[in-house]
């Protein structure tokens, strides 16, 4: 998402123990700070009231590769969302947002010349994306295919990509807003000590989504399935059980039909994709004759519950946020950024090793790990190149879809193009441009 505040202005330190104006220099930025030779160093830092670059470059490149999983993942299902447990391309998308959307705020709420009024702003951008991503993923629009529009709203999808990240973004700005320290930074433990608020935030999240996901007891449950030649069809789900991670008797699914109703899920689950449920899987295809009673039954990649543990993704992104906004030295940055991603990988992979799969529907702990880790040395590198080296022109057009992610979120992977440029044809609605291109059916 675009963050307006994502700047560096100069400003007078109140909180980060300068005494002299924050404010990004070249001069700061030279090659003895990384110790590079002046041959092959070529600094080229933002100067003030510049965007970093690598912020909209970071972000672009989320964009670019949401787009290539919608439209390649059905082909190649290496990249295309992992049925169920384990992770490929795609699952690092939504992460990947994320974060960014948490180290932007870190810049958006560095000085605050009203609480309330701050924290009036962000509840009326959260309820913004809540109420866009309700009309552009409840259903209202139809698809490719279909030229008709509506839904009904015993049956809209209430949860979708930008309600996950409205709720994580109100979550971090509110902590950014009301639970920062006012003592100054002058090293790393001070800056700990300044937002140790936060970390509590982050554990308490974690904790009850532990709890809630291992704790929480999942009885047996029923759906029903309606065709136009069968009728209706009900499907009996026996679990009976606690702490279950597999598709059908997950806390996670079972708090979504509790408190959303399974009319308002989504209706097409990503592990109808697996062995059990698919027999051209990894691939969509026919049930296997043994397939389990909860194959076709909805449920929420996006529900309340993963998307309470999503939040700590966006609230690690803020803490890569501080470490700029205290540390002006892009060697100390680097140092920090590279030492965190790899203790959350780390920690992640031995939480998979001992039984806390990696899972992108439930959005595990291990998985929250994993996915924070490999944002961190991304926006590492990507910071090294655009913002340390310079190399600003090779990124350009990824910089350019970063500044304008939401516009093409919704033009491109909402399929609101696609579904303009279907909207016009000849003589019948099969004769347009899209389905002489092979777009469509």
Request: some cysteine.
């Amino acid at each position: 998402m675009r963050t307006k505040l994502a700047m560096y202005e100069p400003i007078k330190s109140t909180d980060d123990g300068d005494d002299h104006q924050w404010r990004e220099k070249k001069d700061i930025e030279s090659a003895s700070s990384l110790q590079i030779s002046s041959s092959h160093y070529r600094p080229s830092l933002p100067p003030d009231k510049e965007r970093l670059a690598s912020l909209d470059v970071f972000r672009g490149l989320t964009v670019a590769l949401m787009i290539l999983v919608d439209d390649v993942g059905g082909i190649f299902p290496a990249i295309n969302h992992s049925p169920w447990d384990g992770v490929t391309l795609a699952d690092f998308v939504m992460p990947f947002f994320l974060f960014i959307v948490g180290v932007s705020l870190a810049f958006a709420y560095k000085n605050l010349s009203c609480k309330y009024a701050a924290t009036r702003k962000a509840l009326l951008r959260s309820l913004k994306l809540l109420l866009l991503g309700l009309f552009l993923q409840g259903g209202f629009i139809h698809g490719l295919n279909n030229l008709t529009y509506g839904i009904d709203v015993d049956k809209i999808r209430i949860m979708g990509i930008l309600q996950r990240i409205a709720i994580a973004y109100l979550v971090a700005a509110l902590c950014e807003i009301w639970f920062k320290g006012n003592h100054n930074v002058t090293s790393e433990l001070s800056m700990i000590k300044k937002y140790k608020f936060h970390w509590v935030v982050a554990f308490v999240i974690t904790t009850t989504y532990m709890y809630l996901l291992y704790g929480l007891y999942v009885p047996d449950w029923e759906y029903q399935i309606s065709t136009d030649d069968q009728g209706s069809t009900t499907f009996l789900v026996q679990c009976g059980v606690r702490g279950n991670t597999g598709p059908g008797c997950n806390a996670v699914g079972m708090l979504d039909r509790m408190l959303l109703g399974i009319h308002h899920l989504y209706k097409k689950p990503v592990y109808a994709r697996t062995k059990q449920c698919s027999m051209y899987s990894p691939h969509n295809g026919p049930l296997p004759p043994d397939a389990p009673s909860w194959c076709q039954a909805p449920f929420d990649p996006e529900g309340l519950l993963s998307s309470l543990m999503a939040t700590v993704t966006c609230l690690v992104g803020l803490h890569y946020g501080h470490i700029i906004i205290h540390f002006k030295d892009p060697k100390k940055r680097l140092n920090q950024w590279i030492l965190r991603s790899f203790c959350l990988l780390m920690l992640g992979l031995v939480l998979d090793l001992f039984g806390m799969h990696l899972n992108k529907p439930l959005y595990t702990l291990s998985y929250v790990c994993v996915t924070a880790g490999v944002s961190g040395f991304l926006f590492s590198a990507i910071y090294l190149m655009v913002d340390v080296y310079g190399y600003k022109r090779a990124s350009f057009v990824l910089q350019w879809m970063g500044i304008h992610a939401l516009p093409i979120y919704i033009l491109i992977a909402c399929n609101i193009v696609f579904l303009i440029i279907h909207g016009f044809y000849w003589k019948k609605p099969i004769n347009n441009l899209l389905h002489l291109i092979g777009i469509g059916k």
